[in-house]
């Protein structure tokens, strides 16, 4: 589900970073969502619903064990479809940097990262987050 953020008007690049622990083999985990920002109405303006997407740049997995781990990662849409990122990356027994080569998520999916196999990890990321621009095809 998709958290609606009531702003005056809709921010621009804002800089956020999420952790989360992978614990558990074969669990998908949510790292982060992108909200939607909603500017109430006015006497004079309508509602504005606005969509966000976060550019993801590179993450880093930190490994907790003296042995080597397995991550991978995907985006979760609403409607449970999924599209794999990365898929088995390797992290040694030191910390490994994935290059997520400038992903997009948008409001209405889900970042998840899953540790495969080993010892848990710590999986870090930051992205920024700005508003999605709706473009029309005119034909």
């Known amino acids: 589900m998709t958290q609606i953020i009531d702003v005056a008007r809709p921010p621009l690049n804002l800089y ?5 622990t992978l614990d558990t083999a074969g669990v998908w985990v949510n790292v982060f969502a992108p909200p939607r920002w909603r500017v109430p109405p006015t006497p004079i303006d309508p509602e504005i619903i606005s969509d966000t997407a976060a550019l993801i740049s590179n993450a880093f997995v930190c490994n907790l064990g003296a042995t ?4 991978s990662v995907r985006t ?6 999924f599209f794999i990122l990365l898929s088995g990356q390797v992290a040694s027994a030191t910390n490994l940097a994935l290059n997520m080569r400038r992903s997009i ?4 999916e889900t970042l998840q990262a899953q540790l495969v196999s080993g010892p848990s990890v710590v999986f870090h990321t930051s992205f920024i987050l700005n508003t999605r621009e709706r473009v029309q095809v005119i034909e």
């Open 68 to 71: 080597p781990s397995v991550v």
């Open 16 to 20: 956020e970073a999420s952790r989360v």
């Open 76 to 81: 979760l849409n609403n409607g449970d479809a």
């Open 105 to 108: 998520v948008v409001s209405g």
